[in-house]
């Protein structure tokens, strides 16, 4: 029995059986609220992801604008802005310094779970996995919409703690304890941390029941033909992604289940007898904010996995659709991502080289962390040659997919600096740390995005994004990546530690002033240029140039053989079946054959 | 709207027989609430190699609700196979006193701490030790997880009483057994953890 029929297996049982013949021919009847609001239908999910990420990049962008103000123009006074945030924000002009700390936690919290975890993952998975499986939806609809909703939540709860008295949390987007356990550490461990820690557990649930989803959807759900080595590699990008989610957020989970006890209930996992300013010694005993480091960053490494794969599954398909050629080494992009999903598991120390880690033990994570090099390379490499005399078509979606190779390859190189633990010591807690994960996870992630947008945009709306605004879109932020993020490294080497507030006061930092100004500078114009690209986005909603092929990308992944606007269901009929791998391009001499083909009895054998 | 109506209207696609994917989700959620009380133990492990480790005694009541659980899987079993021979009125009872048993599980768990009150051990609170703290917290998660399954089997039972339609699919009550089973072997390894481990 199929997993469709055993789907419905309850209703047909149930239902008296002369009802089963004519069961699919009845439509059912949608309304406002079921169709864009609680709607169950995975393609309105992604959408509401998609969106909802939107509104957290705009507002986590916007942090750091207004952070980069700070740092590039820390003498200046923008008298105005004390208008539009209040005095809790800007004072006299400037940004506060419980502001400034409270920007770059929200900044960094808002955008690596809630735009770069359900923004990318969130809206890809729910968009691609049953359109390019061939399944008329999820393994449990219901459960999807629940991950939208409790998403939805933790957007609300995290957003409330922008408004209260005593601001929200600003111990870094880490929660380190006592920080963030102790309500008298500072102004924002107060009211804005448990805030925090709220929409992060609600969060922990939305991301668990979409990965729950997305396995099961992609292991049970894929239609006949459809093996597992089939796969377009989106899918497996997204799977292990989902396999790492669910292996890994628990353990934060917990790591934050133990936070709360030691903030509301006095127990003492984390706080030990410290000393605080104006509280005196702790009467916790024994704590160790430690334990709580390796809770959080046997997640957190991960994470960077959960963030980074699926922007490689789209970029590969992209790549190799726009280049008209096959993926190169399919088998091994399959293997590197298995490698990497492996390895993102025991490397998670390599955070903690100067927390007091025996040194032995921190070159095992050493070896451990160098060795992902390996299958990062492989993916590289493979891209590279997938490139390799293509007839290449340089679409948005391919600009942007290219610019996540470079980006991959030049904030990858960094990251065997920062594995080493004998060069951490001098680099930990530097600009140098922030460049490499900004360009190797933030933005190369962005443009995995932005590649996936642009190429999928077609099949979400049924219209055309305009390629104009589209490559400026691509040059800027692409030019705008390298201006801010390059110059950090030099930053970093010579020391200049990350989280400070002001580095003017700072003899050894004095020199960077004119470059941290025209690092905000460039932060400034690249953060008005994804305007550009969320006016692009909504107007070419409705006024696009609308799409009359079904297939505008000559692609040959199933999605593509779906009506312009699919309904819920995805396919009119029957589900199609497939023949064959998804990368059939130029084969003897055809442009591109699709899934749905059989083989031929004259064609070759890949 | 619940997703069964959804699927109605698609007409089936043979693909081989597979596990269904819901109970496939349940497996995978198992393995995520693994990870959960694996990320627990271990900061137990590393926590107990510092300094000022208390060790505790589990108190008796905790062996009685080890027998309570292990029956309870027995029931539940039992009414697991009477469903499937549609033995209805046996199903119930049986049903009936897993959800019970359960219920006399968590009661018996929170005995367990108040005799360990008694004894002078804090779990919670100012001048609690960590060993105690983390016999609470993971105690209490798995309290958790037991009274989740009452509560689905709960719902089950409104379900089949008040729908006019006769339901007979077994793929609800298997859910339940495999989770009841689950958190029963989940119960056994803490036991046998703290019990080992001090």
């Known amino acids: 029995m199929s997993n469709e029929a055993a789907l419905h297996h309850s209703v047909d049982v149930s239902t008296s059986h002369d009802t089963h013949g004519d069961g699919h021919m009845h439509h059912h009847h949608e309304t406002f609220i079921t169709k864009y609001v609680f709607s169950q239908d995975h393609k309105m999910i992604a959408k509401q992801f998609l969106i909802t990420g939107m509104v957290w990049a705009v507002l986590g962008g916007l942090m750091s604008v207004l952070f980069r103000l700070q740092l590039g123009y820390p003498d200046s006074h923008f008298y105005w802005l004390e208008d539009i945030l209040g005095k809790w924000w800007v004072k006299d002009g400037q940004i506060t310094p419980e502001a400034y700390y409270a920007l770059v936690t929200t900044h960094g919290t808002v955008l690596v779970f809630f735009v770069l975890t359900a923004g990318l993952s969130g809206t890809f998975a729910n968009f691609l996995i049953p359109l390019q499986i061939g399944a008329r939806d999820m393994a449990s609809p219901f459960m999807n919409m629940l991950s939208y909703w409790f998403f939805f939540a933790a957007s609300c709860v995290m957003l409330s703690s922008m408004f209260v008295e005593t601001g929200p949390f600003s111990g870094g987007w880490t929660a380190y304890p006592p920080l963030s356990a102790l309500g008298s550490a500072s102004p924002g461990s107060k009211t804005g941390m448990d805030l925090w820690i709220v929409a992060m557990a609600l969060f922990v649930v939305s991301s668990l029941l979409g990965g729950l989803n997305y396995i ?32 890994s957020f628990p353990v934060l989970l917990s790591g934050f289940i133990l936070l709360i006890f030691d903030r509301n209930f006095g127990t003492s996992f984390y706080l030990s007898d410290i000393f605080i300013n104006g509280v005196g010694a702790l009467p916790n005993e024994g704590g160790s904010a430690i334990l709580f480091q390796h809770l959080f ?13 699926p922007a490689m599954g789209m970029v590969s398909e992209i790549l190799s659709v726009n280049s008209r050629k096959p993926i190169f080494g399919y088998m091994a992009m399959i293997g590197s991502l ?20 025996n040194p032995f033990l921190g070159s095992v994570f050493v070896l451990l962390t160098l060795l992902i090099a390996v299958p990062s390379a492989i993916k590289v490499f493979n891209w590279l040659t997938t490139l390799w005399r293509g007839n290449i078509r340089f679409t948005p979606a391919m600009m942007f997919a290219i610019g996540f190779v470079s980006l991959f390859i030049s904030g990858g190189l960094t990251g065997i600096w920062l594995g080493n633990s004998a060069l951490d010591i001098h680099l930990h807690d530097t600009y140098f740390v922030i460049a490499h994960f900004h360009i190797v996870m933030g933005v190369a992630s962005m443009f995995g995005m932005f590649a996936g947008i642009y190429h999928w945009y ?92 079904r297939n505008p990308w000559q692609s040959n992944t199933l999605e593509w053989t779906t009506p312009i606007h699919p309904g819920h269901g995805n396919w009119v009929g029957e589900i199609p079946e497939v023949y064959r791998w998804p990368y059939d391009y130029g084969k003897d001499g055809v442009d591109f054959i699709p899934q749905t083909t059989p083989v031929g009895e004259e064609e070759s054998h890949h | 709207m619940s997703d069964n109506l959804i699927m109605s209207q698609y007409q089936n696609t043979p693909s081989g027989g597979r596990i269904h994917p819901h109970k496939f989700t349940l497996w995978v959620a198992i393995g995520s609430i693994c990870m959960m009380f694996a990320a627990f133990t271990s900061a137990y492990i590393v926590k107990r190699n510092q300094s000022k480790w208390l060790d505790i005694d589990l108190p008796i009541a905790f062996w009685y609700s080890t027998i309570a659980i292990i029956i309870s899987s027995i029931t539940i079993h039992l009414a697991f196979k009477s469903f499937k021979a549609r033995e209805m009125v046996r199903y119930r009872t049986l049903i009936t006193i897993t959800a019970i048993l359960g219920i006399v599980f968590c009661v018996l768990q929170f005995i367990g701490f108040s005799e360990l009150k008694n004894h002078g051990i804090q779990i919670f609170g100012q001048g609690s030790n960590p060993a105690a703290s983390f016999l609470g917290v993971i105690v209490g998660f798995h309290v958790l997880h037991v009274l989740a399954g009452v509560a689905a089997i709960l719902f089950i039972f409104i379900k089949a009483y008040s729908s006019k339609l006769k339901n007979y699919s077994i793929v609800p009550i298997e859910m339940i057994s495999t989770f009841w089973h689950f958190v029963d072997l989940l119960w056994i390894y803490l036991f046998i953890f703290f019990m080992w481990v001090r």
């Open chain 1, 458 to 549: 077609p099949k979400m709306y049924g219209k055309h994004l305009n390629n104009t605004l589209g490559f400026i879109h691509f040059w800027i932020t692409i030019a705008g990546a390298y201006l801010i993020f390059w110059p950090m490294h030099y930053e970093g080497l010579a020391g200049m530690p990350r989280r400070y507030y002001d580095y003017s006061n700072w003899e050894s930092f004095k020199q960077f002033i004119d470059l941290n100004r025209f690092i905000s500078t460039v932060a400034m114009i690249v953060f008005a240029t994804q305007l550009l690209f969320l006016f692009n986005f909504f107007y070419s909603i409705f006024k696009g140039r609308k799409v009359t092929s």
């Open chain 1, 297 to 309: 960053w046997f997640l957190g490494h991960p994470e960077v996995y959960i963030i980074l794969l």
């Open chain 1, 216 to 247: 099961a959807t992609i292991l049970n759900m894929r239609t006949k033909g459809m093996s597992m080595t089939r796969l377009p590699l989106t899918i497996w990008a997204l799977f292990f992604t989902a396999v790492l989610g669910v292996l």
């Open chain 1, 338 to 357: 298995f490698a990497i999903a492996i390895l993102a598991f025991l490397v998670w120390a390599h955070h903690m080289f100067v927390t007091g880690l």
